[in-house]
């Protein structure tokens, strides 16, 4: 099958959406899917150009950097060019990603030329408004408008995915007359397995080997919430039996605000801020924490958690957005209230201070994230693609009027 995927947010971005474009891309390539996928440039220049990632195509449409997140450019006028690379192409089906400029026009471009189109959304506007504070007197009409827009956006495709049922339940499927289901984003459970960090990893970021580790993994944007995170650790530090370490993994706009804060808290000299890591650094640092945190309430399902999860990990997470499928209360961690920095303390310092929870709650988020390993996704989009498919038949000219 000839599968062409549309998305805004691409490798190397690092984000969600991002991770997930390029791990569905890689996987039906593996299976002997022809993939392309049209994602904005990432040149500096802005300009257009193609690649070739391990075994699939990515085809660049010019570009400009977006503001609001680090290392993310944004395709303004990419009408004609999505228009270019679906006629050379001529995919049996399209996949959206997201509806912004790309997805909005390969959406256009599908409908035109009946195309079957299979979209997953990903995101809900705090992944926006908590970045852009100056619109925070005006977030709730922007907060409406946007999901608005979402829900029109998605009513045409032939078919509709989010990543988990909480998804759904935000979004306002009852509008939309076509199919919808949860599909997780998924995992490669290859990758991330309960094993020791290896000694060189410790040396490699100077992480202490004799001192219990809380991590977080993933952009270090203000619509995470870090800031939660710091003060409960800020609290924990003077609470544990153990006192522990602090691994934040990742960048983003925030990044020098969380560096501030740990020099206004006087914990900088136990708190380690990564920067941008590898993939393989990644698979790595998920192996050295205790427990994971996650204070993001802005998650529809958060890739990051199901790799902790994966690599054995507690978690204290915050009881929004999907995030209580992944974190079970008391089951293999905790859920806290949103921006309750004394809850999300009391979570981590009861996991800290028990080595028998620590066992209980890790041997329940492996339990948890064996049903999310990528195979499972990418059997249940083919699935889906094979239903498209049969809807419609593409009729793409050969020259574009």
Known sequence: MKILIAADLHWPTINGVATFSRNLAQGLADRGHEVVVIAPSQRRSGLRGEEVDKNYTIKRVASVPFPFYQNFRISLAPQMEVKKIIQEFEPDLIHLQMCLTIGNAA??????????????????????????????????????????????????????????????DLFDNERLSIPIEPVSNGIDLSKFRPTKAAASTYEQFSLPTDQP????????????????????????????????????????TDLEHLKNLAYEYDIRDHVTFTGRVTDEEIVELHKVGTVFAMPSPAELQSIATLEAMASGKPVVAVDAGALRELCQDSANGFLCEKDNVEEFADGLLQILDDPDLVKRFSDKSLEIAGEHDIKNTLDKFEEIYGKVVKIRTPQIPQRFL
């Open 213 to 252: 580790i809380v991590t977080y993994v993933g952009r270090a944007d203000a619509e995470k919430h870090l800031f939660v995170l710091m003060e409960a650790f800020r609290d924990i530090r003077q609470r544990a039996q153990h006192a522990p370490h602090l691994l934040v993994v990742g960048f983003g």
């Open 107 to 168: 959406r256009k471009i599908a409908l035109k030329y009946n195309i079957p189109l299979v979209a997953t959304n990903h995101a809900i506007p705090d992944n926006l408004l908590d970045n852009l504070k100056l619109l925070a007197p005006m977030s709730k009409p922007i907060s409406y408008a946007i999901t608005e827009y979402g829900v029109r956006f998605h009513a045409k495709a032939d078919y509709v995915t989010l990543p988990t049922q909480s998804a759904i």
